[in-house]
């Protein structure tokens, strides 16, 4: 089966970069998505297809996808940033597969 | 506005049958798939499976294949995710979620956007 890994957690000072990691086995050779979860919320899709955002998603979130690695950047970081971050790609015989899930603390 | 409307919480005792619903609209129900995931309490997500509701063709994650049943009814712009017989580990928070996808040079991309608001299902004695 297809794997993804995200660290834990991952913290930021306000205005500050924060990048989160996503890693699996040639996960450059498909395409990345990402998620955005505040407590007690519904998740919410942040980029797709490795680098586009969604309408209404605000520009300091960028996202790459090289080599085993996608990566989400959110550069200036603010409180309101804080929240749990999933990776997603998709696999043909086990559909969408998450990452573990990062929580970004931003302090 | 694309919005997908889930029913309510629900609370019941092993070996109940359940069936949850997720409502689209403001969008063509039948032209895009709708995925269920899955949220253990303060766990991260699981694809259940996806359907399009244009045709009932529906695939499941090999880990709830023969666990639950997804199905859809597209006059009324609904899919629906329903168990035969709860266990105590099905307590979870499960979401609906349009599915969309591309392709670029042969590759597939998809991505799930809007998401529901999330059923609590909880199973208990």
């Known amino acids: 089966s297809f794997d993804l890994t995200q660290p834990p957690s991952v913290s930021v000072s306000p205005g500050q970069t924060a990048s989160i990691t996503c890693s699996g086995d040639?996960?450059?050779?498909?395409?990345a998505s990402w998620y955005q979860q505040k407590p007690g919320q519904s998740p919410v899709l942040v980029i797709y297809q490795d680098t586009k955002r969604p309408s209404g998603i605000p520009e300091r979130f960028s996202g790459s996808n090289s080599g085993n690695t996608a990566t989400l950047t959110i550069s200036g970081a603010q409180a309101m940033d804080e929240a749990d971050y999933f990776c997603q790609a998709w696999d043909s015989s086990t559909l969408y597969v998450f990452g573990p899930g990062t929580t970004v603390t931003v302090l | 506005e694309v919005q997908l409307v889930q029913s309510g919480a629900e609370v019941k005792k092993p070996g109940e049958s359940l069936r949850i619903s997720c409502k689209g609209s403001?969008?063509?129900?039948?032209?895009?798939?709708i995925a269920w995931v899955r949220q253990m309490p303060g766990k991260g997500l699981e694809c259940v499976g996806i359907i399009f509701p244009g045709d009932s063709d529906t695939r499941y994650s090999p880990s709830f294949q023969g666990q639950v049943t997804i199905s859809a009814d597209k006059s009324i712009n609904t899919a629906y995710l329903q168990w035969s017989s709860l266990k105590a580990s099905d307590s979870a928070i499960y979401y609906c979620?349009?599915?969309?996808?591309?392709?670029?040079?042969?590759?597939?991309?998809?991505?799930?956007?809007?998401w529901g608001q999330g059923t609590l299902v909880t199973v208990s004695s």
């Open positions: 403001g969008y063509t129900f039948t032209t895009y798939w």
């Open positions: 979620a349009r599915h969309d996808s591309g392709a670029v040079r042969g590759v597939t991309y998809n991505w799930l956007d809007p």
């Open positions: 040639k996960l450059g050779d498909k395409f």
